[in-house]
């Protein structure tokens, strides 16, 4: 069975924290956010390698946080492209030949589990490609430009998708140059391997694996992991 790779995207710079810092570098319970992303990875044994894909400018820096924390799984550090997709492009183009199955995941959620992790991989393997998503909560509206709401899908279809996505590599690698090719562009990886024509499955993740984007959302991590100290401590 071929090796496991995973590419964390953190090349973003992100405005909606409304920091001069990028949100995957500030800091949280002591260390950058990015740092907790990379740690949950660190320890599963799943992973054989990782692939961290970062903003131009980032490299001494991001190549100091591996050096600091340990991280011996990174395999390579490499600059990201003009937008999330290109960027996941050239973390595939680095990682290792061994790797048939990768992880895709976003630098800013550091709560995944090795059990979600492994959820998505092993539905992948029995599928062609995962993603991991959660039931939406609430009632979602089509809303046009002007505001008036134009239609309401029905909720119980619809799921809010998170990383990691599970592919195997030769596969999305192929659906990235066919998006290259005609132009595409889509807002995830799943998108482009669909359009490909490839069958996407969902495996349900956990609302704590949030995306932190946001100031309450960096609060709220702060928060669980003060709970999970207490919890450990306890």
């Not at 490609?129 to 505001?147: H, R, Y």
């Not at 590599?169 to 799943?190: F, K, N, P």
Request: proline fraction near 3%.
């Amino acid at each position: 069975m071929g090796q496991v790779g995973v590419i964390v995207v953190a090349a973003g710079k992100g405005t909606r924290m409304g920091s001069a810092v990028s949100k995957q570098y500030l800091p949280l319970a002591g260390k950058p956010v990015l740092v907790h992303t990379m740690e949950a990875f660190e320890k599963m044994e799943l992973v054989h390698s990782v692939v961290l894909v970062i903003g131009a400018g980032d490299e001494e820096y991001c190549s100091g946080l591996v050096r600091r924390y340990g991280l011996v799984k990174v395999s390579a550090i490499v600059t990201g492209g003009a937008d999330r997709q290109a960027s996941v492009y050239q973390g595939l183009q680095a990682l290792d030949p061994e790797v048939e199955w990768v992880l895709v995941h976003d630098g800013v959620r550091p709560f995944i589990s090795a059990e979600e992790a492994a959820g998505c991989l092993e539905a992948a393997r029995a599928h062609g490609a995962a993603v991991l998503a959660v039931p939406v909560k609430d009632t979602i509206k089509v809303v046009g430009a002007q505001g008036r709401i134009e239609s309401t899908p029905e909720r119980s279809t619809l799921w809010a998708i998170q990383t990691p996505q599970a592919f195997r590599v030769t596969e999305l690698a192929a659906a990235h140059e066919l998006a290259c090719r005609e132009g595409y562009s889509g807002t995830d990886d799943a998108m482009l391997v669909e359009r490909a024509g490839q069958a996407v499955y969902v495996v349900e993740g956990s609302y704590a694996n949030i995306k932190i984007t946001t100031p309450e959302d960096l609060e709220w991590a702060e928060f669980r992991l003060r709970q999970k100290g207490e919890a450990g401590n306890s």
